[in-house]
């Protein structure tokens, strides 16, 4: 089995920071790309920002230079620091991560979310 657990949401207002946390557990060989998607009430989820295993990193045009998406491989850990908040940030944001468990295709995870509220 294969868990990913988020925490760091909240309340925050405008302009703001918070920072996401998301951790990966369970018995698996390695973690691929990972990444953090959002869903605001009434839309769609949408990707955030990505990492691949190497570093490199994909943001969404509506948070690039605002968000910084990281992560410890020794740790099996993403992060995303968020600055400059916006109300219309305002989502559930949700860990992704792409899994090689051995004699398994490679599979994607989610977490649970985590909701971040930014006020006005």
């Known amino acids: 089995q294969v868990q990913l657990v988020e925490s760091g949401g909240g309340l925050v207002q405008a302009g703001g920071s918070l920072r996401l946390s998301c951790a990966a557990s369970?018995?698996?060989?390695?973690?691929?790309?990972m990444a953090w998607y959002r869903q605001a009430p009434g839309k769609e989820r949408e990707l955030a920002a990505s990492?691949?295993?190497?570093?490199?990193?994909n943001y969404a045009d509506s948070v690039k230079g605002r968000f910084t998406i990281s992560r410890d491989n020794a740790k099996n850990m993403v992060y995303l620091q968020m600055n400059s908040l916006k109300p219309e940030d305002t989502a559930v944001y949700y860990c992704?991560?792409?899994?090689?468990?051995?004699?398994?295709?490679?599979?994607?995870?989610w977490g649970k979310g985590t909701l971040v509220t930014v006020s006005s």
């Open positions: 992704n991560a792409n899994i090689f468990r051995i004699g398994f295709r490679n599979m994607d995870y």
């Open positions: 369970g018995r698996f060989f390695s973690i691929n790309d």
């Open positions: 990492i691949t295993r190497g570093g490199s990193t």
